[in-house]
């Protein structure tokens, strides 16, 4: 747990800011002035975790300490809070759906940064499409032709460099396609 982690939860514990079993965190008051007139003022209600952090996208909520400004992950807080418990050194929360912006408890689980990784890469990366053969847009040559390049080159009719003439292609192109480092999923 992180100093910010302890500090928002001292708040808590005082009844500066509520957190809701729905994923939600509530400000109810916050720190005024400074030095030696400083102290807390009852507020509105109001959403805390209103920013996002950057490019990563995951809720934050900003908050003063006396008169240092601090950053806390809203999910971090709502596990620990959730789960009654500090989250472990190297462990990390992982949202199960891949929505950052979804809270609840039940969405999140602790995991280390490999498995956490993994979840990301597994289930919620996009499905890569079939992008062999023709299907690729880069592709310089079709089916047909890559399987009469073999025949041409198997038969020894031509060169590789009278191959790639042929066929307005270049010879490494030839030579992948003959040695099946590419289109290797044709015969």
């Known amino acids: 747990m992180t100093e910010n ?3 928002f939860l001292a708040q808590v514990a005082l009844g500066l800011f509520k957190v ?17 007139v400083a102290g807390i003022v009852y507020t509105k209600r109001t959403r805390a975790e209103r920013s996002t952090s950057g490019q990563n996208g995951y809720l ?4 003063k300490d006396g008169m240092i400004r601090r950053v806390v992950a809203a999910h971090r807080i709502i596990w620990m809070i959730a789960n009654r418990r500090p989250i472990p050194e190297r462990m990390e929360i992982n949202h199960i759906d891949g929505k950052k912006s979804n809270n609840t ?6 995991t280390t940064h490999q ?16 992008q062999r053969g023709e ?4 592709a310089a ?8 390049i073999r025949t041409i080159w198997a038969n020894r009719s031509l060169s590789q460099r009278e191959i790639a003439a042929k066929y307005k292609i270049t010879q490494s192109t030839v030579s992948a396609i003959v040695a ?3 289109w290797a999923h044709l015969p």
């Not at 934050?60 to 908050?63: C, N, P, Q, V």
Request: proline residues 3%.
């Open 5 to 7: 982690e302890k500090a």
């Open 105 to 110: 408890p039940s969405n999140l689980e602790l």
């Open 60 to 63: 934050r909520i900003m908050f």
């Open 20 to 36: 809701e079993m729905d994923g939600t965190i509530w400000r109810l008051a916050k720190w005024t002035g400074g030095g030696l």
């Open 135 to 138: 299907k690729n847009s880069a």
């Open 180 to 182: 099946r480092k590419s």
């Open 141 to 148: 040559v079709t089916e047909s032709q890559v399987i009469e």
């Open 115 to 130: 498995q956490n990784a993994q979840h990301s890469h597994t289930h919620l990366a996009p499905k890569k499409k079939d």
